[in-house]
């Protein structure tokens, strides 16, 4: 089976070895993705702005692959302060309210940079037809 991947140009692809999503298949998974451009943190201390940057990110790399938002399974949201749910909830529900994926929101001690106050990943499964 190919696999077909997406790099976003984040300098730590190639040092990590890791790529931002890849499709097997009908199978899409996204890696986790912060609310960083260009190595600058987008939405400082705002946890909406920070989470609807994320999933713009991640819809780009989902359309690359062939898919959409309506294909998402589940999301896994990491966050740094659980007290911000609403305003994490609040950008996610703009992006999935029709889709209503399996979600988690857990909360992490810290991300790779201290102003990240989220991380996203999800999975994606692209059936043909529909």
């Known amino acids: 089976m190919n696999r077909t991947r997406v790099y976003t140009g984040s300098p730590w692809e ?3 070895g890791y790529c931002r999503a890849i499709r097997v298949g009908d199978r899409i998974e996204v890696a986790g993705t912060t609310a960083m451009k260009d190595g600058e943190v987008v939405g400082v201390g705002n946890a909406y702005e920070q989470a609807r940057f994320i999933l ?3 819809e780009q790399a989902l359309q690359e692959l062939g ?3 309506s294909d998402v399974v589940r999301t896994r949201m990491f966050v740094t302060d ?3 749910w609403e305003e994490f909830g ?3 529900g703009e992006y999935f309210r029709d889709v209503q994926p399996v979600a988690t929101m857990v909360e992490v001690k810290a991300l790779i940079d201290p102003r990240l106050l989220i991380e996203i990943e999800v999975e994606a499964i692209v059936f043909q037809g529909e």
Do not use: E, G, N
Request: aromatic share 0%; no cysteine.
């Open 67 to 69: 898919a959409q938002l």
């Open 56 to 58: 713009q990110t991640i």
């Open 82 to 84: 659980i007290s911000l």
């Open 14 to 16: 190639p040092v990590v």
């Open 90 to 92: 609040k950008a996610h």
